[in-house]
């Protein structure tokens, strides 16, 4: 999938994948696409929540390799 | 023959309007509800670094998701507020649910529990600056954000932070013991009025 900026938000714990990511998503611009990776399982449900509650869509997540995280966040 | 057509008349409005309205009364309050900030006050009564944590996770999260957020630090609370947050030390000395494990070594050593007798851990100086520097190598350790990082994502995201003018006085504190983003400094009766509007208010 394309995307318009990647935020590396491996080893990092609750809630500072949500923190950095809505800081990125802050740099772009409306429609653009953020790519996501994290190792924190709670980033799974919590980026669900964040999109659901800010209205950023989350076109797709999935695991990429054994115990990471991928995301990817479209800027509404 | 005039007055049966109007109470006729006014049954099937009636009717009507049973139809109609709670349908597009439904329609206004989600239309209401979807464009309002949610929000969050809370109350930080404590001033130990392992509690300093929930109220800054929180508030930090919730400003991610866009609400508004107010932070109102009492009694130990306002040590949260200091210029210099580094000094927090964490007690194991009474709290019985804190594990005491080692952050360095291999694994069998790490997750060995150090269950230390509360008089032993009275009786030796230093015992809280030791379990406060294995703490903060844990926290490193896990990836959890240190606390003046949370404090600064707060501030930077929105996150109002107010003091307890009573306790600033209480505790003998100065304005210029705290960092400036302290927006305001007041008492109860302030408080409390935000606290009704908000959408979830905690006590910590």
Do not use: H
């Given at each position: 999938m394309n995307?318009?900026?990647?935020?590396?938000?491996?080893?990092?714990?609750?809630?500072?994948?949500i923190l950095r990511a809505?800081?990125?998503?802050?740099?772009?611009?409306?429609?653009?696409?953020?790519?996501?990776?994290?190792?924190?399982?709670?980033?799974?449900k919590d980026f669900q929540a964040f999109a659901k509650q800010t209205g950023n869509e989350l076109l797709s997540q999935g695991e990429t390799s054994a115990k990471e995280f991928e995301f990817f966040l479209k800027r509404k | 023959m005039g007055n049966v057509d109007t109470s006729v008349m006014d049954d099937l409005i009636r009717q009507r309007l049973d139809e109609i309205l709670p349908q597009a009364l439904e329609k206004k309050l989600a239309e209401m509800k979807e464009a309002r900030t949610p929000s969050m006050t809370i109350i930080a009564?404590?001033?130990?670094?392992?509690?300093?944590?929930p109220p800054f996770i929180l508030a930090s999260t919730a400003a991610a998701l866009g609400w508004d957020v107010s932070v109102f630090c009492t009694f130990y609370g306002l040590e949260l507020l200091k210029k210099d947050i580094s000094g927090l030390k964490v007690s194991p000395l009474g709290n019985p649910g804190m594990p005491m494990k080692?952050?360095?070594?291999?694994?069998?050593f790490k997750s060995i529990n150090w269950n230390i007798?509360?008089?032993?851990?009275?009786g030796i100086p230093g015992f809280?600056?030791?379990?406060?520097?294995?703490?903060?190598?844990?926290?490193?350790?896990?990836?959890?954000?240190?606390?003046a990082e949370l404090r600064g994502l707060c501030a930077e995201a929105g996150v109002k932070f107010i003091a307890c003018?009573?306790?600033?006085?209480?505790?003998?504190?100065?304005?210029?013991d705290f960092i400036p983003e302290v927006t305001e400094?007041?008492?109860?009766?302030?408080f409390l009025p935000m606290a009704k509007d908000a959408d979830v208010s905690l006590f910590i």
């Amino acid at each position: 999938m394309n995307f318009d900026k990647e935020l590396d938000a491996r080893g990092l714990n609750c809630p500072l994948p949500i923190l950095r990511a809505k800081k990125a998503l802050n740099d772009l611009t409306s429609g653009q696409v953020l790519r996501i990776v994290a190792t924190d399982p709670g980033s799974v449900k919590d980026f669900q929540a964040f999109a659901k509650q800010t209205g950023n869509e989350l076109l797709s997540q999935g695991e990429t390799s054994a115990k990471e995280f991928e995301f990817f966040l479209k800027r509404k | 023959m005039g007055n049966v057509d109007t109470s006729v008349m006014d049954d099937l409005i009636r009717q009507r309007l049973d139809e109609i309205l709670p349908q597009a009364l439904e329609k206004k309050l989600a239309e209401m509800k979807e464009a309002r900030t949610p929000s969050m006050t809370i109350i930080a009564t404590k001033g130990t670094l392992d509690w300093a944590y929930p109220p800054f996770i929180l508030a930090s999260t919730a400003a991610a998701l866009g609400w508004d957020v107010s932070v109102f630090c009492t009694f130990y609370g306002l040590e949260l507020l200091k210029k210099d947050i580094s000094g927090l030390k964490v007690s194991p000395l009474g709290n019985p649910g804190m594990p005491m494990k080692m952050p360095f070594g291999p694994d069998w050593f790490k997750s060995i529990n150090w269950n230390i007798p509360n008089i032993v851990q009275a009786g030796i100086p230093g015992f809280e600056s030791l379990a406060t520097t294995l703490m903060k190598q844990t926290i490193r350790n896990c990836g959890v954000a240190d606390i003046a990082e949370l404090r600064g994502l707060c501030a930077e995201a929105g996150v109002k932070f107010i003091a307890c003018q009573m306790t600033v006085e209480l505790f003998g504190f100065s304005r210029e013991d705290f960092i400036p983003e302290v927006t305001e400094y007041v008492g109860a009766a302030s408080f409390l009025p935000m606290a009704k509007d908000a959408d979830v208010s905690l006590f910590i």
